[in-house]
């Protein structure tokens, strides 16, 4: 692995690649954030944007979510991955936040983890983003990147990965940098064509520089 200087480093050029970066999924309070954070487990945030574009106008409270059938749900949310798990999740969630939090989102981590389908990463989105609350999630796009640039190890879990990248950025800058990284591996550092060619951080990247060598010799072949 890096340094955590040299780690520190690197997310600094990130940051002035992506500046603005900022949340992607569109809501209007914490529990719409809440329910598109839900949704976009192994979907992606334009997808979960669509389809909350109508799912939001439908339901405006959890109590809106558990006076219909699961089925109606289901066909609202066809359209996105695990719809059947993920309309169930919602059902639960809707009736813990009315039965144990008076029908609002709670402010602390332990009582997000409680709720159906809401992980360490949804909460740590909701704290940050709803919030403001110094949080640092850790998606497939901060998890990748955090491992190609040599910031964690291949064999890390999610929650090493948390750890070591709160461990390496101030406090207050958690829930910037977490949207810097997610921007830097969505737009540029992309899971099946990162952008080495062009990629700042090249000559510190042990795995662009792996890529490049790989692609020059695929050229070589060729010719």
Same mark, same amino acid.
């Given at each position: ?25 569109? *809501?209007? /309070? ?11 487990? #192994?979907?992606?945030? /334009? ?9 939001? %106008? ?16 289901? /066909? ?8 059947? /798990? ?73 929650? #090493? ?9 101030? %406090? ?5 940098? *977490?949207? #810097? ?6 737009? *540029? ?27 020059? %010799? ?6």
């Amino acid at each position: 692995m890096v340094s955590k200087k040299k780690a520190l480093e690197m997310i600094d050029v990130i940051a002035d690649m992506f500046p603005d970066a900022e949340c992607e999924l569109k *809501h209007d /309070n914490p529990f719409e954030l809440t329910i598109a954070v839900l949704l976009s487990a #192994q979907c992606t945030d /334009n997808l979960v944007n669509k389809v909350t574009r109508s799912l939001f %106008k439908k339901y405006k409270t959890p109590e809106d979510y558990l006076k219909v059938d699961i089925e109606e749900l289901q /066909n609202d949310i066809k359209s996105i991955g695990l719809y059947r /798990n993920k309309a169930k999740n919602i059902k639960k969630l809707c009736q813990s936040l009315l039965d144990q939090y008076g029908g609002q989102v709670p402010h602390t981590h332990k009582d997000l983890e409680s709720l159906s389908g809401v992980g360490r990463k949804t909460a740590n989105v909701v704290m940050s983003v709803a919030f403001d609350e110094p949080s640092l999630a850790v998606d497939t796009h901060v998890e990748r990147v955090s491992k190609r640039l040599g910031i964690n190890k291949w064999k890390d879990n999610v929650k #090493q990965v948390e750890e070591r990248l709160c461990d390496i950025i101030p %406090k207050e800058r958690w829930s910037k940098s *977490h949207h #810097q990284l997610i921007f830097f591996g969505r737009y *540029h550092c992309i899971a099946r064509k990162p952008k080495c060619d062009i990629c700042p951080l090249l000559e510190d990247c042990r795995e662009g520089q792996k890529r490049m060598k790989a692609m020059k %010799k695929e050229v070589g072949t060729n010719d």
